[in-house]
């Protein structure tokens, strides 16, 4: 290896010319490397800004916080961990947060079930009206919940759902199944046509075949749509806000907003809490998925 | 039936197979049949709750329901008469385009940067990572709620950087003036939007061949030279679906503006869907806040067509 690089060097040294050139592309790239890192940690930044100074402020005790000469980066007066406690114990955050939770699963597992076969059809079981629907079933994620929410907010009184949770469990689908077929068949179509052609001969029906063999496969796919389908629907807020009015059925982002201001008084402490608390669990869980999303939403995207 | 249905299948799975005809062909009978059974569920689901819904909104827009008086009773057009003598309402339709084309050039242009700085190779590329989808995967009420505190009449820290800096003496009232709430709203909601059109456009950064790009660096184009020659009219079509995404999430939205300002100061950020919302929720008028959330469906069909055929026509990739 030493021998290699001398050699290399050494006839780097023949040439002043080159030796120049090559300097300037050294300094050029570490130019560039720090370029990278400087604008690496401004974007990050300016992405979690808003959160590192949740963060601070939840510890902060009152007296600090409303003094508006005080560093607000610092903590002026000892941090407390009461306004934590508070949201714990006070408030029904944990209910917002199972709420979420199950509701969520039940999103998941709703729009897995009748997503991935559609996904299928449109992919592989190639019909004259495949093309067709799958731009009409894109055309629904286009049809947004501030045209529906006022309508649908009947319906769900006519099925007696109203200010009940399980009324987001009956609508978020509408919203996450168009994205969802959308992914699927984007990592469908990247499945080789083979796999399946393969277990039919050896002795699976059309049906059988996609659940041992291309189910299986499209595994990275799942995964993308579950993580999308619960930040979906953990996010989703006008839903929420028109279906849903009693405390103990409210999710996390209705409830904290709502419950945790008073009129005119804010529980600073207290909300800041709830949004770190929430945001970096579904962030650290999204991280790990991200490539699998870019995979999926470059495949739906293209090949779709 | 066998016999009946040769033709189509066959020509349709001529390419590529690798099994006897004999047993393609009744597959592929069996493929009619499962195709429906597999899509029908979704289908059924999506023309129940949101097709449905849709005819129901237009049916809306056309009577008098209210919250108090739910019986439905032809009113024709009045709904729509009195959204237009309505200045809130062409007040709020100026601000959706101001909304929406602020928050969109942001997004795209950022968003751009973004995935250019996250396919770069530098160590802790997880924890920047994360840092960078922390605005979109919070649930944007909680999220509006760390802006709202931020721009605190009294006590923004961004006020209290800038005297300290001594730019300004008192505050700035971010979400107190019309034009700075606006500003603001945009930009809270452009800051949230930017990771996901990174993502998506990420995704594009990837798929370039990088041959292509070595090759023009060898024949002495520089950085910038490569950027806007080789790679955005290389993403035009990723750029395009996430101007798509982004047109159409900004487009509807009304969390940021519901947490931050509820529309004011003085409806100066009173958005199409906003107004909706207050007119038909909190207002009660379910009519007219139906009649106001149809007028965002033709803006956004044309929006959505227009994209589509951009990117169809460039069809690169």
Not at chain 1, 209 to 235: E, H, K, Y
Not at chain 2, 282 to 287: A, S
Not at chain 2, 308 to 314: G, P, W
Request: glycine fraction near 6%; charged fraction near 15%; aromatic fraction near 12%.
């Amino acid at each position: 290896m030493t021998a290699v690089a001398s050699v290399s060097t050494n006839a780097g040294n023949t040439d002043k010319g080159i030796e120049a050139l090559r300097r300037r592309a050294i300094r050029r790239h570490r130019l560039a490397r720090v370029g990278v890192y400087l604008a690496a940690i401004a974007a990050a930044l300016i992405c979690a800004g808003p959160f590192l100074w949740s963060l601070i402020t939840a510890f902060k005790q009152s007296p600090d916080l409303y003094q508006r000469n005080n560093n607000p980066f610092l903590y002026n007066l000892p941090s407390t961990r009461k306004h934590v406690m508070y949201l714990f114990e006070n408030t029904a955050f944990l209910t917002f947060v199972w709420n979420t939770l199950w509701v969520g699963l039940l999103v998941v597992a709703i729009t897995l079930m009748l997503s991935l076969p559609a996904a299928y059809a449109l992919a592989r079981l190639e019909r004259p009206w495949s093309g067709p629907m799958a731009i009409a079933i894109f055309f629904v994620y286009l049809v947004p919940p501030t045209l529906l929410f006022l309508s649908l907010s009947r319906l769900v009184v006519a099925v007696h759902l109203q200010d009940n949770t399980w009324s987001l469990v009956l609508v978020y689908p509408t919203i996450t199944i168009p994205v969802s077929v959308w992914l699927l068949v984007g990592f469908l179509k990247s499945i080789p046509k083979d796999i399946e052609e393969q277990a039919m001969v050896d002795g699976y029906s059309r049906l059988g075949a996609f659940v041992r063999a291309v189910v299986p496969l499209v595994f990275p796919g799942i995964v993308a749509v579950i993580v999308f389908t619960f930040t979906l629907t953990a996010s989703e807020f006008i839903y929420a806000l028109a279906f849903v009015a009693p405390t103990a059925e409210k999710v996390i982002s209705t409830g904290v907003p709502t419950e945790l201001v008073r009129g005119d008084v804010f529980f600073w402490q207290s909300l800041q809490a709830a949004t770190v608390l929430v945001a970096f669990p579904i962030a650290f869980v999204f991280n790990l998925f991200l490539d699998r999303f870019i995979a999926g939403f470059t495949m739906g995207a293209v090949k779709g | 039936m066998v016999q009946a249905t040769t033709s189509r299948p066959e020509t349709e799975l001529a390419a590529g197979t690798k099994i006897s005809r004999g047993d393609r062909r009744r597959l592929s009978d069996r493929e009619g049949f499962l195709a429906w059974a597999m899509l029908l569920p979704s289908v059924v689901y999506i023309v129940a709750l949101v097709g449905l819904p849709l005819l129901l909104a237009i049916a809306f827009s056309f009577s008098d329901v209210t919250a108090g008086d739910p019986s439905f009773d032809w009113a024709g057009l009045a709904n729509y008469r009195q959204i237009f003598d309505d200045p809130v309402f062409w007040r709020s339709l100026q601000n959706t385009i101001i909304f929406t084309v602020g928050s969109m050039l942001l997004i795209v242009v950022f968003g751009k940067v973004l995935a250019n700085i996250l396919v770069a190779d530098f160590h802790g590329k997880w924890i920047v990572r994360f840092c960078v989808l922390l605005p979109w995967t919070t649930p944007v009420a909680l999220s509006a709620i760390s802006w709202l505190w931020l721009l605190d009449s009294i006590f923004s820290p961004i006020d209290w950087m800038l005297r300290e800096v001594g730019l300004i003496n008192g505050n700035m009232y971010w979400l107190g003036r019309p034009n700075l709430a606006m500003l603001s709203v945009i930009a809270v909601h452009a800051w949230r939007l930017i990771p996901l059109a990174a993502v998506i456009m990420m995704a594009g950064l990837v798929a370039i061949p990088k041959d292509l790009l070595e090759q023009a660096e060898i024949d002495g184009s520089g950085y910038w030279r490569r950027m806007f020659e080789i790679t955005i009219p290389l993403m035009m079509p990723l750029i395009a679906v996430a101007a798509l995404f982004g047109a159409i999430v900004t487009f509807t939205d009304m969390t940021v503006v519901y947490v931050l300002t509820r529309g004011g100061p003085t409806n100066s950020t009173q958005v199409l869907a906003s107004w909706a919302f207050f007119r038909g929720i909190e207002g009660g008028d379910i009519g007219q806040g139906a009649a106001v959330a149809l007028f965002l469906f033709p803006l956004l069909l044309a929006a959505a067509i227009l994209i589509l055929r951009a990117v169809r026509r460039m069809d690169v990739m």
